[in-house]
């Protein structure tokens, strides 16, 4: 009897220690295509929201920037990161792609400018969806951190912006 339990937990223990060494991390990355993303896109940019109301800001709510967005690699065909960089705001946007057909977007203390608002130290994450049929990209990110006017609003306002492109 002893012997059929012994032999039994060993077995089991064997078992599970097959099932937990096959179930960790594999350290091999794979890449992403980045062919959906890559290209020249024709749209606008608006400034969707704010948490509160700003008399400087709400001015430029909801208005249509029209932007032409140029997204390429950025020089590592390896890393699932391409650059999209925007005319209307003059700066560039880190887009970590989690597949062919979305991304993370991320702005990292950036100098943006939205018709008379001048914004420095801008910080923004969200997220970005391409659909491969209609070749059409959204981009939506909310401010983290920012100032406008001197003064640091960005993170008390977050301002929320809207992206809407086609692929030409």
């Known amino acids: 009897m002893k012997k059929s339990i012994l032999l039994t937990f060993v077995l089991a223990a064997g078992f599970v220690a097959t099932f937990l060494t096959g179930c960790g991390e594999d350290n091999t990355s794979s890449t992403i295509k980045t062919d959906n993303y890559v290209g020249t896109y024709y749209g606008y940019f608006t400034l969707e929201s704010l948490a509160f109301s700003n008399a400087a800001l709400d001015t430029v709510i909801g208005k249509e920037l029209l932007d032409t967005l140029t997204i390429s690699e950025n020089g590592n065909a390896t890393d699932n990161i391409v650059t999209a960089t925007s005319k209307v705001l003059n700066t560039t946007i880190d887009l970590t792609l989690t597949s062919e057909t979305a991304a993370k977007l991320a702005i990292t ?12 130290g801008v910080t923004a994450s969200g ?21 406008v006017f001197g003064l640091p609003l960005l993170g008390l306002a977050k301002p929320v912006l809207g992206g809407y492109f086609t692929k030409q």
């Open 127 to 147: 997220t970005t969806a391409y659909n491969t049929g209609t070749k059409f990209l959204t981009l939506n990110a909310t401010a983290t951190a920012g100032n």
């Open 109 to 120: 203390n950036k100098s943006i400018q939205i018709e008379t608002v001048s914004a420095t």
